[in-house]
């Protein structure tokens, strides 16, 4: 649909495509960050840990003071297990919550865009090659003749009918007898290229051909 297409439809097309890839490029960023900074809960349990184990350490020392007994050192073995408990979890969470952070943000940004990249891409990009092709064949004197007869038929398959009979009044007709400068100037019109070309090459010239690729 994409080669046959006028160029305002393809220009509209490409519009609305980049416009649905930065929609869910912009959404999928968004919910990436949000949950990247939610595993930073993770960081916190991670300090909370660092906290205990301090504390841990304290007590161990204070275990070390005469008269005190051995009461303060088992309770600080027993805390700083706890805080390197807590550490580990808070270093899990915070891994796996940066891991589904991405995880999500890629599974949100491809999945609804591949599937209309898929078949636009290629569609796209064979328009292009053509468009360049004809491009490169408008600079040609030797092929231009040829050039205009490939156009002119292209006209009659891809220009729609009312177009044509503004055009003219028996486009098959034309095509027979040899008259294909309005059909190929419609062909060019179609495809983006300026209609004011024919008249340049017609002059001899070989003007740089512009329109969207």
Known sequence: ?????????????????????????????????????????????????????????????????????????????????????????????????????????????????????????PARLARRREVETVRRLLRDPERRASLDVYLAHRAVDTVPLHRLERLTADPWGDLTHGRVGTLATAELARMGLTGDQRSDRRAGSAPEARGPF
């Open 1 to 121: 649909m994409i080669r046959r297409a006028d160029a305002g439809f393809v220009r509209m097309v490409d519009g609305l495509v980049v416009f649905w890839v930065v929609l869910w490029a912009a959404l999928a960023g968004w919910v990436g960050f949000s949950l990247w900074e939610l595993a930073d809960v993770g960081n916190t349990l991670v300090q909370s840990g660092q906290t205990l184990d301090s504390a841990g350490q304290a007590l161990q020392r204070a275990g070390d003071i005469p008269l005190i007994g051995d009461v303060p050192e088992q309770l600080g073995t027993q805390v700083r297990a706890t805080g390197a408990d807590i550490i580990d979890r808070g270093q899990e969470a915070l891994a796996y919550g940066r891991q589904l952070a991405v995880l999500l943000a890629v599974s949100i940004g491809l999945a609804p865009v591949v599937p209309v990249l898929l078949p636009y891409l």
